[in-house]
């Protein structure tokens, strides 16, 4: 009997102080915070996977097919035109602009960079090239422009908004000609008078 007891006491001692008790997710060793993070990361590797397989999986486009001066204009627009859905505006940079001001006896200058924001219809890689064959053609006519304004011309919001004004007609004019304006806005990124 005295060994039944000393038995009885070392299993006693064995047992741990506090009894764990199992709950229902820890049985299959995972809990429930587990299981929604492993369903996130899921959920956003294959979307990612989603996006990226769309994003790599457009053919290349072909390029803007080189119009000659005798092609017709409204034609070259045309192949131009965006045929997706989802349009969205795209905004095409210039370099900066340097005129001499119309100011006789005092050496005035003029710097201006526009930023030409296009419309949605435009398809922007086909546009992009477009735009670049026809930049120097929009440089040529802003420095002749700037260079027939004074200072008087070139001082104030008013002033400002109305050249704004007529730098977009004339891009859609020159750009665009017998067609529907593409160019929507023009922003000044710079604009000093020295």
């Known amino acids: 009997m005295a060994k039944e007891k000393e038995k009885e006491t070392e299993k006693e001692e064995q047992k741990p102080e506090h009894p764990q008790t199992e709950t229902p997710s820890s049985g299959s060793g995972m809990t429930l915070y587990t299981w929604l993070i492993l369903g996130a990361v899921t959920l956003a590797s294959s979307g990612g996977g989603f996006a990226l397989s769309h994003l790599m999986g457009v ?3 072909t390029g803007l097919e080189i119009v000659d001066e005798t092609a017709n204009q409204e ?8 045929k997706q859905t989802d349009q969205r505006v795209w905004v095409e940079e210039f370099e900066p602009v340097l005129a001499n001001l119309d100011e006789p006896g005092v050496t005035r200058y003029v710097r201006v960079t526009i930023t030409l924001e296009m419309s949605p219809e435009l398809d922007e890689t086909k546009g992009r090239e477009f735009m670049a064959a026809k930049k120097m053609l929009v440089r040529d006519w802003m420095t002749t422009y700037l260079a027939g304004l004074s200072l008087e011309d070139v001082r104030g919001s008013r002033n400002l908004n109305q050249i704004k004004k007529d730098v977009l007609q004339q891009c859609n004019e020159l750009l665009f000609p017998k067609s529907q304006p593409f160019v929507e806005r023009v922003f000044f990124k710079e604009f000093a008078v020295q």
């Not at 034609?75 to 965006?82: K, P, Q, T």
């Open 75 to 82: 034609d070259a627009i045309n192949v131009m035109l965006a």
């Open 59 to 61: 053919t290349p486009p």
